[in-house]
């Protein structure tokens, strides 16, 4: 299992300069932006696309620092009710997927997109209960658009040979594994998860049982590693359905925290050990959001703890048991 890093918080400095840092670090890999709300700073997608002399160049410098790319992130909405946007939002996923082919990147890491609740509204609609019965009607047409699409881009994935992995995203379609896992059976086994555990730690989700879950599915594609702190205070008053701004802390009933900081090392020990129990030995890739700190030292520190519990080596003979 490998430490590595999504590049957005290093937008601000050239890819050129962010490696030499990151590999000071000791981090193994990125997880560029190509796209969406992650942007391509790092990564331009029509600068590299079907440019066989640029994807040479990058190759050239991933090598110098022993890095390499888990995944390409483009994070939008292709199920959006507006066309143009959807339209936007498809293209970049598309082109992010054969990008990735063309950069021999496993997989590419995104949302599933949020529909309308009618095909007359105008506005993304995140159903979370059953009643009213018109809430159920439209949670139905929402699944139907998102499997005819999602349909579409798994064909589109196998034919460049990328796995494509959706952060349950709340706002989004799929939030939850359960919904990940629906989504799977219906389109096919190109579509897992980007499992990302900080937006399942408000909603009361149960880390290491939603990896079992969806590592019994062999649906977990790609890793994050980002961290979620719960202020009860706040949460005992108004839920953790919580509008409040993310830049007003003192009010909001949770924050994005860097690892370590939401919950301690023992728990992060047991994500890591139970991600190894469903054969999970890829990248754990660290998403800074935390308005508490400074990218930099959110990293870093984030690194520092992750350092200590991932494995670096495979398990060898369970000799005590002969």
Same mark, same amino acid.
């Given at each position: 299992?490998?430490?590595?890093?999504?590049?957005?918080?290093? +937008? *601000?400095?050239? /890819?050129?300069? $962010?490696?030499?840092?990151?590999?000071? &670090?000791? %981090? !193994? =890999?990125?997880?560029?932006?190509?796209?969406?709300?992650?942007?391509?700073?790092?990564?331009?997608?029509?600068?590299?696309?079907?440019?066989?002399?640029?994807?040479?160049?990058?190759?050239?410098?991933?090598?110098?620092?022993?890095?390499?790319?888990?995944?390409?992130?483009?994070?939008?909405?292709?199920?959006?009710?507006?066309?143009?946007?959807?339209?936007? +939002? *498809?293209?970049? /996923?598309?082109? $992010?997927?054969?990008?990735?082919?063309? &950069?021999? %990147? !496993? =997989?590419?890491?995104?949302?599933?997109?949020?529909?309308?609740?009618?095909?007359?509204?105008?506005?993304?609609?995140?159903?979370?209960?059953?009643?009213?019965?018109?809430?159920?009607?439209?949670?139905?047409?929402?699944?139907?658009?998102?499997?005819?699409?999602?349909?579409?881009?798994?064909?589109?994935?196998?034919?460049?040979?990328?796995?494509?992995?959706?952060?349950?995203?709340?706002?989004?379609?799929?939030?939850?594994?359960?919904?990940?896992?629906?989504?799977?059976?219906?389109?096919?086994?190109?579509?897992?998860?980007?499992?990302?555990?900080?937006?399942?730690?408000?909603?009361?989700?149960?880390?290491?049982?939603?990896?079992?879950?969806?590592?019994?599915?062999?649906?977990?594609?790609?890793?994050?590693?980002?961290?979620?702190?719960?202020?009860?205070?706040?949460?005992?008053?108004?839920?953790?359905?919580?509008?409040?701004?993310?830049?007003?802390?003192?009010?909001?009933?949770?924050?994005?925290?860097?690892?370590?900081?939401?919950?301690?090392?023992?728990?992060?020990?047991?994500?890591?050990?139970?991600?190894?129990?469903?054969?999970?030995?890829?990248?754990?890739?660290?998403?800074?959001?935390?308005?508490?700190?400074?990218?930099?030292?959110?990293?870093?520190?984030?690194?520092?703890?992750?350092?200590?519990?991932?494995?670096?080596?495979?398990?060898?003979?369970?000799?005590?048991?002969?």
């Amino acid at each position: 299992m490998q430490i590595g890093v999504h590049t957005p918080p290093l +937008a *601000d400095e050239r /890819l050129e300069s $962010a490696l030499p840092y990151l590999d000071g &670090l000791g %981090v !193994d =890999a990125i997880e560029p932006g190509v796209g969406g709300h992650p942007g391509q700073d790092h990564l331009p997608r029509s600068e590299f696309l079907d440019d066989e002399t640029e994807q040479a160049e990058l190759r050239d410098l991933l090598a110098e620092y022993d890095m390499e790319i888990s995944a390409l992130a483009t994070h939008n909405n292709p199920l959006h009710p507006d066309d143009e946007r959807a339209g936007k +939002a *498809d293209t970049e /996923l598309r082109e $992010a997927i054969r990008l990735a082919g063309q &950069l021999e %990147v !496993d =997989a590419v890491t995104c949302f599933s997109g949020l529909p309308a609740g009618g095909p007359n509204d105008e506005v993304p609609n995140w159903i979370t209960a059953p009643w009213p019965p018109e809430h159920a009607d439209a949670l139905e047409y929402q699944w139907e658009r998102a499997i005819d699409y999602w349909g579409k881009i798994t064909d589109h994935a196998a034919d460049h040979g990328v796995d494509v992995a959706i952060e349950m995203h709340p706002n989004m379609l799929i939030y939850e594994p359960h919904g990940l896992a629906r989504l799977r059976e219906e389109t096919g086994d190109r579509i897992g998860a980007n499992f990302d555990p900080s937006h399942l730690y408000w909603q009361g989700i149960a880390i290491t049982d939603a990896i079992r879950y969806l590592g019994e599915r062999d649906a977990i594609h790609h890793v994050h590693a980002k961290d979620t702190k719960i202020y009860d205070a706040q949460a005992r008053e108004k839920g953790v359905l919580d509008t409040t701004a993310y830049d007003d802390e003192p009010n909001r009933s949770w924050l994005f925290r860097s690892v370590g900081y939401g919950h301690g090392e023992a728990h992060w020990k047991d994500v890591v050990s139970t991600l190894r129990i469903v054969d999970y030995d890829g990248t754990l890739s660290i998403e800074h959001e935390d308005s508490l700190t400074s990218a930099r030292e959110g990293l870093e520190k984030a690194i520092e703890l992750l350092e200590r519990a991932v494995f670096e080596t495979q398990p060898g003979e369970a000799y005590w048991a002969e």
